[in-house]
């Protein structure tokens, strides 16, 4: 009997640690191991890749991290799909008939470039999603109030957001609201209303959360996802 398995971090445990044992790690009462987890290098774009048997262990030991990429999909039994956060936004997706998951980190970048709208297109083409089954949560980021951009990136991101034909959604000048710009997104794509969890935690806010803004952290909380088969 196979089930969905999702985690969306904390403090505790936090990646630093993880990276520093390079072994399984626990997440609540499952043993997470470390040779059936991938885990993507992250460079703020809005690359997803969809994971092969081969790619389990990616990140841990001798075996590299997906280059590039800042989503990744699976089906496959027992891999669990790992991104890490401190302000930007983890999303995680599934859907349960297809088994089907993927995570994503959706920082100003990602959300600015859809990310959510990349992977939920191969959800759907490359693994016949039905849009109406997908379940989205939103985890914790960084919150409007305390996400305050130049000039210059305020205006690209917008802009960018605006021709794409979504709202700006924002009510402070030189402020970005990634959470609700990957609400609207999240909807356009196609799911339901009621099939997507807002985590309504701010990271710079909540002392519980790493935040780069708040603390210029280099730790990170990490976010995970996997088909669970036995």
């Given at each position: ?5 999702w ?17 399984d ?6 043993i ?23 790619d ?21 039994p ?39 709208g ?76 009621i ?36």
């Amino acid at each position: 009997m196979s089930r969905i398995f999702w985690h969306l971090g904390s403090c505790n445990p936090d990646y630093r640690t993880i990276m520093k044992r390079h072994t399984d790690f626990e997440l609540g009462n499952r043993i997470i191991p470390s040779s059936q987890t991938v885990i993507a290098e992250q460079t703020h774009s809005n690359l997803v890749h969809i994971c092969s048997e081969g790619d389990s262990g990616a990140g841990f030991a001798n075996h590299p991290q997906i280059a590039i990429a800042d989503g990744l999909i699976t089906n496959i039994p027992n891999q669990y799909l790992l991104i890490r956060t401190a302000d930007c936004t983890p999303i995680l997706l599934f859907d349960e008939e297809q088994k089907v998951v993927a995570a994503l980190h959706s920082g100003r970048e990602g959300t600015r470039q859809n990310i959510a709208g990349s992977c939920i297109d191969l959800m759907i083409t490359h693994y016949h999603c039905n849009p109406d089954r997908i379940i989205a949560y939103i985890g914790a980021g960084i919150c409007e109030t305390h996400y305050e951009v130049s000039e210059d990136i305020y205006t690209e991101f917008n802009n960018t957001i605006l021709e794409q034909g979504f709202s700006s959604c924002t009510n402070q000048h030189r402020h970005l609201n990634i959470r609700t710009t990957i609400f609207q997104q999240l909807i356009r794509a196609g799911l339901k209303f009621i099939n997507i969890e807002n985590v309504q935690i701010c990271t710079y806010e909540d002392p519980g959360y790493f935040s780069f803004r708040r603390d210029g952290t280099k730790n990170r909380q990490i976010n995970l996802i996997g088909i669970i088969d036995e």
